[in-house]
């Protein structure tokens, strides 16, 4: 154990002093070299800004381990804003992260942000969390605390200078001929115009609700235009631009592509959904929206060396799509669940190291 002790405490964004920040600034580097090393992470003021901004769906609470005056463990909570629509489904919901510091582990700092984590979810009736892990020591952690695996999806990663673009251009010629002559593209890159994005709202969320997600116990995935609005917002001031591309049969979208690119990482383009509507499926729409897409952002970002994407594993026509691409599996993360109940059963088992828990409001 360290000679001092741990004191496990909440992080208040909007009250932290300028020492209080660069603790923490200097724990978020260290285990971003841990966890993803080489990786570009977010400047000082952009990170506090993040954490600062009011998200109008969703807030969140910190927690931090400090070993005398040192983060060297925390705990992010992410849950939905009551008042919100839909809010009861949405309620008994709390997602969990974080990590503490490698030398800092098997020293019962993760079991006390835990008790954390147990606190919170006692003081505001949550009876689900929802925790993630990448790297062995966080699977062998969860796995031990009885969290039950229920989803994996995968990073992808391709690179610009490996894609045949003359590929690119017969399936996207492909994707409108055939059944699908009649189709025409709508395209929109930098913004969606506010009153055609709120138009999209629900059938993007009919398509999102058939991406596999596995035996994850959560409400279903909705796109809500005020989450884009404050989300362009963002984009507003660090610099960024949202990409869609859509085949349309009459005023049905038949297929979607869409991604953002931000002026901090320019060097790559974060790709989102890429889904086709049930009646249109197996007709190569999919190829030809990806195509879309890959060509736009070429057109508009020349200094783009890399497309970054996310995929459940168990995806399989999107994961075929993406390999002709030459997409390659970057990072696999595995989403793992833990009711109320079974979390503080696990956490009052004899021999577990105790730290107090921060507390909540």
């Known amino acids: 154990m360290p000679h001092q002790p741990i004191d496990i405490v909440p992080f208040d964004p909007h009250h932290a002093t300028a020492a209080q920040w660069a603790a923490y600034h200097a724990y978020r580097r260290i285990r971003a070299e841990e966890d993803i090393p080489g990786e570009p992470i977010l400047a000082d003021a952009d990170f506090e800004h993040h954490l600062r901004r ?33 809010y009861e489904s949405f309620a008994p919901f709390v997602g969990a992260g974080g990590g503490v510091m490698q030398p800092y582990r098997r020293q019962g700092i993760a079991t006390a942000l835990l008790g954390a984590l147990l606190a919170f979810m006692q003081a505001h009736g949550k009876r689900t969390a929802t925790l993630g892990a990448a790297g062995p020591d966080a699977h062998a952690f969860l796995q031990a605390l009885g969290a039950t695996e229920k989803h994996s999806a995968v990073e992808n990663r391709l690179p610009f200078d490996g894609l045949d673009w003359n590929a690119l251009d017969r399936w996207q010629a492909d994707a409108t001929s055939g059944p699908g002559a009649h189709l025409r593209w709508e395209i929109h890159a930098g913004r969606v115009p506010l009153d055609r994005l709120a138009s999209l709202m629900a059938p993007f969320t009919v398509l999102i609700g058939d991406i596999p997600l596995g035996a994850l116990d959560l409400p279903a995935i909705r796109y809500e235009l005020p989450a884009h609005v404050s989300w362009y917002e963002e984009m507003d001031r660090s610099g960024g631009e949202h990409l869609v591309v859509m085949l349309l049969d009459g005023d049905e979208v038949a297929a979607v592509c869409n991604a953002h690119w931000e002026q901090r990482f320019p060097d790559r383009v974060f790709q989102a959904l890429t889904a086709v509507a049930r009646p249109w499926r197996g007709k190569g729409l999919a ?60 956490l009052d088992e004899p021999g577990r190291i105790r730290l107090p828990p921060a507390p909540f409001r």
């Open 54 to 86: 009011r998200r109008p769906m969703d807030e969140s609470r910190r927690v931090i381990a400090l070993h005398d005056d040192r983060v060297v463990g925390n705990l992010l909570l992410d849950f939905r804003r009551e008042g919100t629509p839909d």
């Open 287 to 346: 190829k030809g929206v990806k195509a879309a897409m890959l060509k736009l952002v070429r057109q508009r970002h020349p200094e783009v060396r890399m497309i970054v994407t996310h995929n459940a594993e168990a995806n399989a026509p999107i994961l075929s799509i993406n390999r002709r691409l030459g997409f390659a599996i970057h990072r696999q993360t595995v989403s793992y669940q833990i009711d109320r109940e079974s979390l503080r059963r696990r």
